[in-house]
């Protein structure tokens, strides 16, 4: 079994629909990422995060550190949200998800 | 303001060859990560410095893989001799201090070895 499971693997929404991603991990971490990577290949780190939650624009991450459990959420969707989103956790180095495509259809 | 700048974006070259990936983090930065990554394997840290120390290498494959950094504008990662298997896109990313703080990737490298 993974460390770090995200589901939906794939994900495909409207224009207009509430996202959400979630990652489940199974050991003790220090804070745990949410990273973005475009069809380019870019990643740029979207937030990071001990405990509670963070808001940028659209998007929301939460964590849940009794249950170990994260979610992010992009409210409004559009196309340009289409990519890869990855959940990583900190432990004494990074490890990461397998990833979640999101494709947001016009 | 410059980000982690890696370079070569592209590197085609034979196997059997030797492969220098370079990267420049971020000024003021002292943490300094290495990424490979592969369709079936996704994202992996092969090795993490902090403060140019080396602290985890063990995500490095095997021998044939060296990370260097020898001051703290500049790291390299060596493979000699290369193989098919190595290609991948390899990123290189820098954060302020150590794994739980945001971290700010350069645009990568793809490498095929053919």
């Known amino acids: 079994k993974n460390e770090v499971e995200q589901s939906p693997q794939n994900l495909t929404a409207q224009e207009g629909e509430f996202i959400t991603i979630n990652c489940s991990y199974s050991?003790?971490?220090?804070?745990l990422h949410w990273l973005q990577q475009h069809p380019g290949g870019g990643i740029v780190s979207l937030f990071m995060?001990?405990?509670g939650k963070k808001k940028h624009g659209r998007l929301i991450a939460t964590i849940n550190i009794q249950e170990k459990h994260s979610s992010l959420h992009i409210t409004a969707s559009h196309p340009r949200d289409s990519a890869v989103y990855i959940c990583?956790?900190?432990?004494?180095?990074?490890?990461f998800g397998t990833g979640t495509l999101l494709a947001v259809q016009p | 303001d410059a980000g982690v700048i890696q370079s070569p974006r592209h590197e085609v070259t034979e196997m059997g060859q030797e492969v220098t990936l370079r990267c420049k983090p971020i000024?003021?930065?002292?943490?300094l990560f290495w990424y490979r990554q592969t369709m079936m394997r996704g994202l992996e840290l092969l090795i993490y410095f902090n403060n140019n120390v080396p602290i985890d290498d063990s995500g490095m494959p095997e021998d044939r893989f060296s990370a260097k950094m020898p001051n703290a504008s500049f790291s390299t990662l060596k493979i000699q001799p290369s193989e098919p298997r190595d290609s991948a896109v390899y990123f290189c990313?820098?954060?302020?201090?150590?794994?739980?703080?945001?971290?700010?990737f350069g645009d990568g490298t793809r490498l095929s070895i053919l």
């Open positions: 990583a956790v900190a432990t004494n180095k990074l490890i």
């Open positions: 995060l001990s405990s």
């Open positions: 050991v003790g971490i220090s804070a």
């Open positions: 990313a820098s954060s302020l201090q150590s794994v739980d703080q945001p971290q700010h």
């Open positions: 000024s003021g930065h002292n943490s």
